[in-house]
């Protein structure tokens, strides 16, 4: 199977290239600037340039030969509010339309605990963040066709992995997640499809295996 990760070069996403290499799969890295192909290389990953801000014809060009598309992309905490909705919504939106054009089933998006919760949205400290997944995942769920799975993870840490989640979150006494540990939900949901589902988790005590198989 071959995967193309969008936004290869984040924090989670280069532990997806990672992780799915080691799990045998052929994964293409799609990255912004030719800078990042050597650190994708080393990673295991096949780089290819993916620009978020370029037509939906060029982004399904760049989907040639790919059985799964892992949208992880983030305009990232240093931009403004324009290029959250230039990247973390109309990137995603474009791509999801991009991979239906490109003949593509199946696409999972790493979205946010959170995000369909607007009375959270201002408690946040960065509302236009989960009103641009918001409206991504909503278009994903109701205006494609797609085998899609939404990962919702809790607060992202640099923790050690522990390879285990819940999925009650809300009786969790902890809300964050290891982005290690988001890369392996991502990596074993491409190896066991979860077509139309929405995923959503922190770290808990069962193994990611056993919840997502």
Known sequence: MTTLVIGAHGHVGQHIVEQLAAMGE??????????????????????????????????????AGINTVV???????????????????DGAVKSMIATEKAGIKRFIIVSAMGTDD?????KSGIRPYYVAKFYADEWLKHRTNLDYTIVRPGILTNDAP???????TADSA????????????????VAHPQPKQTIEFVNGDTAIDAIIH
């Open 26 to 63: 052929t994964v293409y890295a799609g990255i912004r600037s030719e800078s990042q192909a050597a650190e994708l290389k080393a990673l295991g990953g096949q780089p290819r340039t993916v620009d978020l801000m370029g037509s939906i014809d060029d982004l399904a060009a760049a989907m």
């Open 118 to 122: 607007r009375s959270f949205w201002s």
């Open 174 to 189: 902890t809300k964050s997640v290891s982005r290690v540990d988001v890369a392996a939900v991502v990596a074993t949901i």
């Open 162 to 168: 522990t390879g285990k989640i819940t999925t009650q």
């Open 71 to 89: 949208f992880s992309a983030g305009s990232g905490g240093s931009t403004g509010d324009d290029m959250t909705l230039n990247i973390d919504l």
